[in-house]
């Protein structure tokens, strides 16, 4: 079955630290891939995404590369400041015959920056 | 502004007692879906629904029921609750099935005590 592996958290780092949270996948077809942030108290919103094979999906400084050969979508940012302080949900939709498909979460990572 | 409503946010209630949280988008969005979230399993689906009148099971239905008779509502439904569906629940839509960028709505923790 589909499925996505998330690193455990929580990951505390210093503001303008270096940030990877790594995220790798097992799925049938080619899926898309997704990064979802929640926000304290906050539903979750889509942060970047990835449909094709070395496609990287970036937004707010954030990026993700989708590496087929490696299974692995893993999130990165140069410079994290205290606003980025959230959970990081790693997701995929497997691609079919018949379209996409319902998403499919990793566990989240909580990510906590210090001033 | 375009949004997921869910209510109540928060609810603490007894096993056995009905209830029902809502959930409203004003997007004209087509699929809406149900998660819940619990500490280290993630986000796991519950029910979905294509359109209207078209509603089907997820990953963790059993314990749940949902409608859609409007565009706009998806209502989730606890029978008869009990203390495992103590949870955070997500409504989320999106444009259609395969859009995959959902939005969601703020969530509804629940307490079944």
């Known amino acids: 079955g589909n499925s996505v592996t998330q690193m455990e958290g929580p990951v505390t780092l210093s503001e303008e630290a270096f940030l990877t949270i790594n995220c790798t996948y097992t799925a049938t077809g080619y899926p898309s891939l997704f990064w979802y942030v929640q926000y304290p108290g906050e539903g979750l919103q889509l942060l970047l995404k990835a449909t094709k094979a070395d496609d990287k999906g970036s937004n707010k400084g954030f990026e993700a590369t989708y590496r087929k050969e490696t299974t692995s979508f893993h999130l990165e940012k140069g410079s994290v400041q205290v606003s980025d302080s959230a959970v990081y949900f790693c997701?995929?939709?497997?691609?079919?015959?018949?379209?996409?498909?319902?998403?499919?979460f990793g566990t989240g990572t909580r990510l906590t920056i210090i001033p | 502004e375009a949004q997921v409503t869910q209510n109540p946010r928060y609810l603490i209630t007894v096993t056995g007692k009905k209830l029902t949280v809502t959930c409203s988008q004003n997007?004209?969005?087509?699929?809406m879906s149900w998660y819940r979230q619990d500490p280290g399993l993630g986000l796991r689906q519950i029910y979905y629904s294509m359109n209207v009148e078209v509603t089907d099971k997820g990953d963790v239905p059993e314990g749940y029921k949902v409608s859609r008779k409007e565009k706009r509502n998806f209502p989730l439904i606890l029978e008869s609750p009990s203390p495992n569906q103590t949870s955070l629940y997500f409504c989320a839509s999106s444009l259609w099935e395969g859009a995959n960028v959902l939005t969601f709505g703020a969530g509804s923790r629940l307490t079944v005590l």
């Open positions: 997007m004209n969005h087509e699929y």
């Open positions: 997701a995929l939709s497997p691609r079919t015959n018949f379209g996409n498909e319902k998403l499919t």
